[in-house]
């Protein structure tokens, strides 16, 4: 059996270009399970998962949750908002308790930035990032990866633009990691004010023109305006910021071409795209979504592989 050259998953930056084709093609062979009448395999019955989310989550979340239950894999939930961090304790003692009660991998979402990379070096377990503050999300960029992969079969050579709040998103960091090493060409368009200085060493273009950045792409991935973590004003007003960099169906027309349409999820409707965008038979944010289970299971799978715990 193939399998990843990590033991973890802590970012795109760890992995190479195989392990993205072999997580792609298990994740295919995983979405063909999920569209069965019987959608569980049970691959996984010996192995215990615990979900970790210090900060709030929807799509990253459930789709974890399924995609361990369509594994028969046993799960455990934890938010930390009903939990003892309240009370003071460590993130380290947290996971150590419940390691205690023979858990063999952890997904950790959490807002500071490396939380589940200093994990994996103090705890004995297998770590998966479900996302670090603005650091990585390295199932939110696979899952799009593979969303595009499935429309055009290649990313060599494909122009994508990566529109909005650059400068607080996991997904964009992510998701340049994952298209570069996939061959494809990678443009950001923001606000100067919401453009990391130094984001250009990473080989990438910028823009301060969405039009002319949707003139260039092929794919468009709009970022949500991550007003939580922002504590100063970053542009004037969300209703400038949406008639400079929010997608609406009138621009999608003036293009004369058929872009794809990406968005990470939670949509701020109105604000970086309009509903007409976002429910429009361009938009493939749905297919994102399905293809999350998919290549969350792909993810969990192989990692269970590295550990010494039988697979059926
Ligand atoms: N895309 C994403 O991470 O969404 P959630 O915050 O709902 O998990």
Partial sequence: MKTLSVSHLLGIKYLQLEDLHLIFETATHFKEVINRPIKKVPSLRDITIANL??????????????????????????????????????????????????????????????????????????IINAGDGTHEHPTQALLDAYSLLEKWGDLKGKRIAIV?????????????????????????????????????????????????????????????????????????????????????????????????????????????ITSEVADSSQAIILDQVENGVAIRMAIIYLLAAKLNIPIQ
């Fill in 164 to 272: 909005g709040d650059i400068l607080h998103s996991r997904v964009a960091l992510s998701n340049i990691y994952a298209l570069q090493m996939l061959g494809a060409e990678v443009r950001l368009c923001a606000p100067k004010s919401l453009l990391p200085k130094h984001i250009k060493e990473l080989g990438v273009s910028t823009s301060y023109d969405l039009e002319q950045t949707l003139r260039w792409c092929d794919a468009a991935n709009m970022l949500r305006v991550q007003n939580e973590r922002m504590d100063l004003g970053y542009f004037p007003s969300t209703r400038e910021y949406s008639q400079s960099f929010g997608l609406n169906g009138n621009l999608l027309k003036k293009l004369r071409k058929e872009i794809v349409i990406l968005h990470p999820g939670p949509i701020n409707r109105g604000v970086e």
């Fill in 53 to 126: 989310f210090f900060e709030n989550s929807t799509r990253t979340k459930l789709s974890f949750e399924l995609a361990e239950k369509r594994l028969s894999a046993d799960v455990i939930n934890f938010s930390a908002a009903q939990s003892s961090v309240k009370k003071g304790e460590t993130l380290i003692d947290t996971v150590n308790n419940i390691l205690a009660m023979k858990v063999d991998m952890v997904v950790i979402r959490h807002p500071n930035p490396g939380a589940a990379h200093f994990l994996s070096k103090h705890v004995k377990s297998c």
